[in-house]
Nanobody, 119 residues
């Protein structure tokens, strides 16, 4: 089974930046889509970004977040710039055999990393 472990979360001022990393171990497939969801308290888990053949972003993060991957290291990254308080959430790494924009299409989940953006 694939294990996904996130890192890089923390506290940042509005307008600042963070870089999240997700390291995959176990059986991995470079053809898998990998990406990120986030979930704020009281809200549903929502799609943020993914990468497979192309990159895709939620409208709320377009122009601010950049997803990338290093297949040799089985690692996906999320560079978050111009962070806003509304970006505060637990960010979950995700992987699946097809592209995804909903949680039902995700095969593997990380445990999540907290991102807090202060005003």
């Amino acid at each position: 089974q694939v294990q996904l472990v996130e890192s890089g979360g923390g506290l940042v001022q509005a307008g600042g930046s963070l870089r999240l990393s997700c390291a995959a171990s176990g059986r991995t497939d470079s053809d898998y889509a990998m990406g990120w969801f986030r979930q704020a308290p009281g809200k549903e888990r929502e799609f943020v970004a993914r990468i497979r053949l192309n990159t895709y972003y939620a409208d709320s993060v377009k122009g601010r977040f950049t997803i990338s991957r290093n297949n040799a290291k089985n690692t996906v990254y999320l560079r978050m710039n111009s962070l806003k308080p509304e970006d505060t959430a637990v960010y979950y790494c995700a992987a699946g055999p097809i592209g995804f924009a909903t949680t039902r299409d995700v095969a593997y989940w990380g445990q999540g990393t907290q991102v807090t953006v202060s005003p």
